[in-house]
């Protein structure tokens, strides 16, 4: 496991070494090295957004240079595990659920 935090959510959210790999090999390249960066999105995000197409999927925005990092999480029972995460340079449409 790479990390195992509490979001502003208060969700314990994992992120297991397998699926980062996935995540920066496959997805999104870019986000390799960037693993305190995620964490640090999960605690300290200046927004979190309700997916528009999975009630159980949010996106946590927080502000990185020129761009953002989103990460997104998908919310069970409690818990929660990312899905992916990613750099962006707009926050995508959905419900606003929380902001600092």
């Known amino acids: 496991m ?3 935090v509490k979001s502003v959510l ?4 994992t ?3 397998k699926r980062w790999d996935l995540i920066t090999v496959i997805k999104h390249p870019s986000m390799k090295s960037e693993e ?3 964490e640090d999105t999960l605690i300290d995000a200046f927004e979190v957004r309700k997916s528009k ?8 925005y927080k502000k990185q240079n020129e761009h953002y990092i989103c ?3 998908k919310h069970l029972n409690g818990d929660g595990f990312v899905i992916t995460a990613y750099k962006t340079n707009i926050i995508k449409e959905g ?4 902001t600092k």
């Not at 208060?10 to 959210?13: A, P």
Request: hydrophobic content about 55%; aromatic content about 14%; glycine content about 0%.
């Open 71 to 73: 990460v997104v999480i």
């Open 15 to 17: 992120l297991t070494k």
């Open 53 to 60: 197409s999975d009630p159980c999927v949010f996106l946590y």
């Open 36 to 38: 305190k960066e995620v």
């Open 2 to 4: 790479l990390f195992k």
């Open 10 to 13: 208060s969700i314990e959210v």
């Open 95 to 98: 419900e606003l659920i929380w």
